[in-house]
């Protein structure tokens, strides 16, 4: 199985406090969306300014629960270095450079995905980068982490093993996780498993492809494989499947359902409706509200879904 596909999420699982919304137009406006945010400069993050500095000097010490673990009672065996958005805690610079720049740049692009001006979280996303394989297991260990996780990402902070600091960023996994904790920043509430994995594969893919510079700027993870795992099975999921077959399956569905979302239906109403989802929804009735326009009934929506 890809490095991806085991590294499990635990971004945007816990519920922060958020008002209910009533209309599409509130939403949007509570949200600052509805028209393009400015794009991110072309620079693919070469211009990243990574500050180093020890951990009493960084602006923005807070933690949730897991990134204390991470940080432990020593702060000193970390190295700590802040970007605009992001703290990020190493060994090996040339690691933390790397992961600034990709960061910094998904930042940009999901923000400019999402037609957002701004995010709604007032704090600096914290990241990361484990050296060893014994150091990562103890923190997966007392983080109560799936044992064969690569990375994880807990609403705005991402946990990651970077291969003995070579440098070895499993493409994939590392971009999907980060756009885990980057997506929270803008939609701080749970929201049901496939619209979590589906937009960080959805979005992860796209971002890393523009990051490179190759895929043409087409829309979507791009990879291959079948998608065919049954919807309202996905719809309802509450946990990952069983088996390595399903659990791929589950992965490119979701991405799927979620690039169908974004690039068929009004990219405007992508937020909106993960608002409503998130304050309880199915996506059934979220649709119909913000899509009642284009469907009047749910398997309307499916019927196109499947066409597509």
Same mark, same amino acid.
């Given at each position: 199985?890809?490095?991806?596909?085991?590294?499990?999420?635990?971004?945007?699982?816990?519920?922060?406090?958020?008002?209910?919304a009533q209309t599409l137009q509130q939403l949007q406006q509570r949200l600052?969306?509805?028209?393009?945010?400015?794009a991110a400069p072309a620079s693919r993050g070469t211009d990243v300014?990574?500050?180093?500095?020890?951990?009493?000097?960084?602006?923005?010490?807070?933690?949730?629960?897991?990134?204390?673990?991470?940080?432990?009672?020593?702060?000193?065996?970390?190295?700590?270095a802040e970007t605009e958005h992001f703290v990020i805690h190493?060994?090996?610079?040339?690691?933390?450079?790397?992961?600034?720049?990709?960061?910094e740049f998904y930042y940009e692009q999901v923000k400019k995905d999402l037609m957002a001006d701004k995010d709604r979280f007032d704090r600096k996303s914290?990241?990361?980068?484990?050296e060893k394989e014994a150091e990562w297991q103890q923190f997966v260990a007392d983080a109560k982490f799936m044992e064969?996780?690569? /990375?994880? +990402?807990?609403? %705005?902070?991402?946990?990651?093993?970077?291969?003995?600091?070579?440098?070895?960023?499993?493409?994939?996994?590392l971009a999907h996780e980060m756009t885990h904790c980057i997506f929270y920043r803008f939609v701080p509430k749970r929201i049901p498993m496939w619209l979590n994995e589906g937009f960080a594969e959805f979005e992860s893919g796209n971002a890393y492809a523009k990051f490179k510079g190759i895929g043409g700027g087409n829309r979507g993870s791009g990879r291959g494989g079948a998608a065919g795992y049954p919807l309202q099975k996905l719809l309802a999921a509450t946990e990952y499947p069983k088996e390595r077959d399903d659990v791929r399956e589950?992965?490119?569905?979701?991405?799927?359902?979620v690039r169908f979302l974004i690039?068929?239906?009004?990219?405007?109403?992508?937020?909106?409706?993960?608002?409503?989802?998130?304050? /309880?929804? +199915?996506?059934? %009735?979220?649709l119909l509200e913000i899509h009642a326009d284009k469907f009047k009934t749910f398997d309307e929506f499916v019927k196109r879904y499947e066409k597509s």
């Open positions: 199985m890809r490095a991806r596909i085991l590294s499990i999420s635990l971004a945007c699982w816990l519920v922060t406090a958020w008002a209910p600052n969306i509805g028209k393009a945010a400015p300014q990574l500050v180093e500095k020890p951990w009493e000097q960084i602006t923005d010490q807070q933690l949730f629960e897991h990134g204390k673990i991470a940080l432990g009672q020593t702060p000193s065996k970390w190295r700590h190493y060994h090996k610079r040339i690691d933390a450079q790397k992961v600034a720049r990709q960061a914290h990241i990361f980068l484990f064969w996780s690569a /990375g994880v +990402s807990y609403r %705005s902070e991402l946990y990651f093993l970077s291969r003995q600091g070579g440098g070895d960023f499993a493409a994939g996994t589950f992965y490119r569905t979701s991405e799927r359902l690039t068929k239906l009004d990219h405007n109403r992508f937020v909106p409706l993960v608002m409503k989802i998130a304050e /309880g929804a +199915s996506l059934e %009735s979220a």
